[in-house]
């Protein structure tokens, strides 16, 4: 991990009036550089090689300039070309995954949110001894194979979005799907509908939502579109297509919209708030975007998967907005959000607090 000693003293080197925010050219960027643009920052797009023609498409979604790298793991080497630029990377998890939890924690340029969250979140066990010591109820964990007995998910560590996992009712179908040169964790198959609860923890703001330290912002509720899983009903059930050779995949495709029954609203900002605290007493506290993916049961519980701890795609349908947001300030993105939480710090000489 880049000493936080060494951020802070790039961060005191930067222009102030002159900072730039960059991220890598995916995922969440087009929100990213709107919200950046709107609260008056340049905007650098990291690109690897891709064609980023597709912009011309969103011209306020476009960053100012492009930064091309051959490869995410040349990016550690011009990170003194990103600094003379005054640049504040942030991230999203394709950048993280790209890049690799590894490599990304030694960038040696001033980052939003705590770097240090990575380690709690990329290793399944830590991220469900963060949940569960805050209290959160998740998908029980089978430790053993040979009593599964009952339909659970196979997962894979790391963010792939669902990538190679796979649906077993027993242990002859846990063999015949494993793949054992990966790290693997078996979580009871949860029945219900899934929700993806999109927060803003901000350590240094004090209006709204309080917690014993900053504020916790609700800003919006996606639901993933997942191929092939979420289509296979229309050819009928699992068993009966597993005999055809077809396999049921959790491959991110989009992200749907989704307003919550009002009653859950209480009860997950609980929940948001408890992660957050147990964060801070775990590792300092995780800050600005961060997501709960969660399968409320048809008795209204809630139970946990997942957390994501930065800017996730489910924000994407909401870059004018949502109905959470709104309520806050009219047309706030995730993506605007961080950019204004980034001028907040400035302003009150607090960016060393948002920075690693
Ligand atoms: P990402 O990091 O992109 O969120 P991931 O690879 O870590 O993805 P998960 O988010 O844990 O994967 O799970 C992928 C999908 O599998 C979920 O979006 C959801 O549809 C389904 N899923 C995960 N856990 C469960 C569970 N316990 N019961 C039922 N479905 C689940």
Excluded at 19 to 41: M, N, P, V, W, Y
Excluded at 94 to 99: K, Q
Excluded at 243 to 259: A, E, H, Q, R
Excluded at 333 to 352: F, H, W
């Amino acid at each position: 991990m880049v000493p936080k000693k060494r951020i802070d003293g790039i961060v005191d080197s930067y222009d102030k009036g002159d900072l730039t925010i960059a991220t890598a050219c995916s995922h969440t960027s087009l929100q990213i550089f709107d919200g950046a643009r709107k609260e008056g920052f340049k905007t650098l797009g990291i690109t690897v090689g891709q064609n980023t023609k597709f912009y011309d498409a969103f011209p306020r979604g476009k960053p100012d300039e492009f930064f091309k790298v051959d490869s995410y793991s040349e990016l550690g080497d011009r990170s003194e070309e990103l600094v003379e630029r005054n640049v504040i990377i942030v991230p999203h998890g394709s950048f993280v995954e790209y890049m690799s939890p590894r490599n990304f924690e030694k960038l040696e340029v001033p980052t939003f949110g705590n770097r240090r969250v990575l380690d709690w979140e990329s290793d399944r066990e830590k991220e469900r001894a963060w949940l569960t010591s805050a209290g959160i109820e998740m998908p029980k964990k089978i430790e053993d194979p040979k009593k599964i007995d009952r339909p659970v998910l196979v997962k894979y560590d790391g963010a792939k979005g669902g990538r190679g996992f796979f649906i077993a009712k027993d242990y002859p179908d846990f063999k015949l799907g494993i793949d054992h040169s990966q790290k693997f964790s078996i979580q009871e198959y949860v029945l219900g509908t899934r929700y993806y609860v999109h927060f803003f923890y901000s350590p240094i703001r004090q209006e709204g939502y309080r917690l014993r330290k900053g504020v916790l912002e609700f800003l919006s509720v996606d639901r993933r579109d997942e191929s092939n899983i979420d289509e296979m009903y229309k050819l009928g059930a699992q068993e009966e297509l597993k005999k055809l050779g077809i396999f049921p995949t959790f491959v991110v495709t989009g992200n749907i919209p989704i307003v919550l029954r009002e009653s859950l609203l209480p009860k997950l900002l609980e929940q948001g708030e408890k992660v957050v605290e147990t964060s801070i007493e775990l590792f300092g506290g995780m800050l600005g975007p961060f997501c709960l993916e969660c399968i409320v049961t048809d008795s209204m519980e809630i139970k946990v998967f997942e957390i994501s701890s930065r800017i996730v795609a489910g924000t994407n349908p909401f870059i004018s907005g949502s109905p959470y947001s709104d309520l806050i300030e009219p047309g706030l993105s995730t993506g605007r959000r961080i950019a204004q939480e980034i001028v907040y710090a400035k302003d009150n000489d607090q960016l060393k607090e948002v920075l690693t």
